[in-house]
């Protein structure tokens, strides 16, 4: 397979070609009137000649708009690319093919996956991308707009199948607790991808995610018996610690003293009100009846 990379074509100032095209028209018509004044055949002979000249360079003008480009094919050999906008002129006999060099978006339909644990997710990405070579874009593929749906939609389903929908460890990557990190290697998936057909992903987001509806209503109450438990946790954590610095503060103070029994009973105590949902009411302990 011949590998084609953009380069810039030949070309002249439009307007420079339009003054020529003009002078030709006009000595064309000077030469017809004057052979038919002089009844001179042989005048003819140049008459003729010069509307195919003029054909030809009135055929070989073309408008260029900002953000697009023109790519130049002469008799099947690629010979450049215009890009700059503005009016110019290029060999007449080339073929001009127009190839946008604007920023799309491809939004993707909601895809219907497994992640990485084997349940069935429904997941759609939003895709920023331009052309960067439109050497590439026009002959490395069939169809460059087709190509980047096609390739963008196996990349979502790839990275789908590689990340899990959700973890319970905060360090590990998943496709809803780390959105950045999911995002940046959906752009550097899809970038090597898109790199044969002159494609740059500008960038690259997860625009639809969610379990899908057969599994919803079981994955969303696993989801808060989770979040009751690691809130239970972080509960239980810090009355450990406000038990903790209770006792501390009263042994070093010297406020009173405890054994293990009456540690035990504050320590039960003090947990059962940190730790209850309920609101506790207190007790309290005005002394013994007998000393």
Same mark, same amino acid.
């Given at each position: 397979?011949?590998?084609?990379?953009?380069?810039?074509?030949?070309?002249?100032?439009?307007?420079?070609?339009?003054?020529?095209?003009?002078?030709?028209?006009?000595?064309? *018509?000077?030469?017809?009137?004057?052979?038919?004044?002089?009844?001179?055949?042989?005048?003819?002979? *140049?008459?003729?000649?010069?509307?195919?000249?003029?054909?030809?360079?009135?055929?070989?003008? &073309?408008?260029?708009?900002?953000?697009?480009?023109?790519?130049?094919?002469?008799?099947?050999?690629?010979?450049?690319?215009?890009?700059?906008?503005?009016?110019?002129?290029?060999?007449?006999?080339?073929?001009?093919?127009? *190839?946008?060099?604007?920023?799309?978006?491809?939004?993707? /339909?909601? *895809?219907?996956? @497994?992640?990485?644990?084997?349940?069935?997710?429904?997941?759609?990405?939003?895709?920023?991308?331009?052309?960067?070579?439109?050497?590439?874009?026009?002959?490395?593929?069939? @169809?460059?707009?087709?190509?980047?749906?096609?390739?963008?939609?196996?990349?979502?389903?790839?990275?789908?199948?590689?990340?899990?929908?959700?973890?319970?460890?905060?360090?590990?990557?998943?496709?809803?607790? +780390?959105?950045?990190?999911?995002?940046?290697?959906?752009?550097? +998936?899809?970038?090597?991808?898109?790199?044969?057909?002159?494609?740059? $992903?500008?960038?690259?987001?997860?625009?639809?995610?969610?379990?899908?509806?057969? $599994?919803?209503?079981?994955?969303?109450?696993?989801? /808060?018996? /989770?979040?009751?438990?690691?809130?239970?946790?972080?509960?239980?954590?810090?009355?450990?610690?406000?038990?903790?610095?209770?006792?501390?503060?009263?042994?070093? /103070?010297?406020?009173?003293?405890?054994?293990?029994?009456?540690?035990? +009973?504050?320590?039960?105590?003090?947990?059962?009100?940190? &730790?209850?949902?309920?609101?506790?009411?207190?007790?309290?302990? +005005?002394?013994?009846?007998?000393?």
């Amino acid at each position: 397979m011949e590998k084609i990379s953009e380069k810039s074509a030949n070309k002249l100032n439009g307007f420079l070609m339009l003054f020529v095209l003009i002078a030709l028209i006009v000595l064309d *018509i000077y030469l017809l009137v004057n052979g038919i004044k002089t009844d001179n055949i042989q005048v003819l002979w *140049i008459f003729i000649p010069l509307i195919f000249v003029i054909i030809l360079v009135s055929s070989g003008f &073309v408008v260029v708009q900002p953000n697009n480009s023109r790519v130049l094919i002469l008799f099947g050999k690629y010979t450049g690319t215009v890009r700059d906008s503005g009016f110019w002129w290029v060999n007449p006999f080339t073929l001009r093919k127009k *190839i946008s060099l604007r920023i799309r978006n491809f939004n993707s /339909q909601k *895809i219907k996956v @497994n992640d990485l644990h084997g349940n069935p997710i429904e997941i759609g990405a939003v895709i920023v991308w331009k052309v960067f070579d439109s050497a590439k874009a026009f002959f490395d593929v069939e @169809n460059y707009e087709q190509f980047v749906d096609i390739q963008s939609e196996t990349a979502i389903r790839t990275l789908a199948a590689e990340y899990p929908y959700d973890v319970n460890e905060e360090d590990k990557p998943s496709l809803r607790g +780390t959105p950045k990190e999911i995002a940046e290697s959906l752009k550097n +998936t899809l970038q090597t991808r898109l790199e044969v057909a002159g494609i740059d $992903i500008i960038e690259s987001r997860i625009s639809h995610l969610a379990y899908a509806q057969e $599994i919803a209503q079981a994955m969303l109450r696993r989801q /808060q018996a /989770q979040a009751i438990i690691a809130a239970r946790q972080k509960i239980v954590e810090g009355a450990v610690g406000m038990v903790e610095m209770a006792l501390k503060m009263l042994s070093e /103070q010297n406020i009173v003293k405890l054994d293990e029994d009456k540690k035990a +009973t504050m320590v039960n105590n003090l947990m059962v009100a940190l &730790v209850s949902e309920s609101e506790v009411q207190p007790i309290i302990n +005005t002394g013994t009846l007998y000393q």
